[in-house]
Nanobody, 125 residues
Framework: QVQLVESGGGLVQAGGSLRLSCLAS????????VGWFRQAPGKEREFVAV????????YYSDFVKGRFSISRDNAKNTVHLHMSGVKPEDTAVYYC??????????????????WGQGTQVTVSS
């Protein structure tokens, strides 16, 4: 029923930029916080960024502050993750997730109800 589909991943050189997108369907998108998480091979899934229901409040992991930016367009049921100044350690599968029970969001993966399949981001040195 609820689907989140990520796109925009790929191969990018260190220092470059990339924009990931998350398109949601079957969800009261405008009332849900949406976050981005990532998971590198052999490592635990980690929080990246979250936006509240209208994009007015955002929060970022210390690892990406100043480099990544999350935004949303509720009219299009879409959330973006703008990545700039990427580093090899940013290489991971990036997932978007929605918390239908919160308009404000969380840094904990367990608080999210719906997840996309992920999109691979590979940063070359």
């Amino acid at each position: 029923q609820v689907q989140l589909v990520e796109s925009g991943g790929g191969l990018v050189q260190a220092g470059g930029s990339l924009r990931l997108s998350c398109l949601a369907s079957g969800l009261a998108f405008g009332g849900s916080a949406v976050g981005w998480f990532r998971q590198a091979p052999g490592k635990e899934r980690e929080f990246v960024a979250v936006t509240n229901w209208n994009g007015g409040t955002t929060y970022y992991s210390d690892f990406v502050k100043g480099r990544f930016s999350i935004s949303r367009d509720n009219a299009k049921n879409t959330v973006h993750l703008h990545m700039s100044g990427v580093k090899p350690e940013d290489t991971a599968v990036y997932y978007c997730a929605a918390d239908s029970g919160s308009a404000y969001g969380s840094t904990f993966a367990a608080d999210y109800d719906y997840w996309g399949q992920g999109t691979q981001v590979t940063v070359s040195s």
